[in-house]
């Protein structure tokens, strides 16, 4: 009788996250949401449902918005991932975390990582998107504090403080 063949119980990806290349062994079901919190202790990124109901686990993965929770990491190999841990410059924060600030739009926090991650996508396809369309764009990432109406206020001053970025790096100084 033969020896069934060995299956690979880890397997080597890189993940190339925030501009870094992390190379890691993983499982084959191992899902990016627990690659990042526990291979790679990058827990900005939430575990709430871990079903893909919730959206505490967005992160952008080739420019796209993503459940990580629904992506198996051995499918994100080179791929390009950014979390909530890189989304500031240094000590400046992104446009969408200052005016998370200015317009208290959090509670408890917990969805809070998530919904910029979404809102940084939803932007940069979306420049001068009407109140509408910042409804719709905020409902995919679930806020049991129900802190929606000063989230939606945040998105429309992230629109202006991502303009005015955009305006400083297209004069002569670009912004010096
Ligand atoms: S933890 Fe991924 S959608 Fe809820
Ligand atoms: S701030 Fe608590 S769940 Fe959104």
Known sequence: MTAAPAIASH??????INGRDHPVLVEPRRTLLDALRHDLALTGTKKVCDMGNCGACTV???GQAMYACLLLAVDCDGREITTIEGVA???TLDPVQQAFIEHDAFQCGFCTPG???NL???LDQHDDPTDAQ???AI???LCRCGAYP???KAARRAVELRAAQRQAAASPSGGQ
């Open 60 to 62: 952008a993965v080739d």
């Open 139 to 141: 409902t995919g990432n």
């Open 150 to 152: 000063n989230i939606a």
């Open 11 to 16: 397997l080597p990806v890189t993940l190339r």
């Open 120 to 122: 940084r996508v939803f």
């Open 134 to 136: 910042i409804e719709r």
């Open 89 to 91: 410059d240094g000590n």
């Open 115 to 117: 919904q910029i991650m």
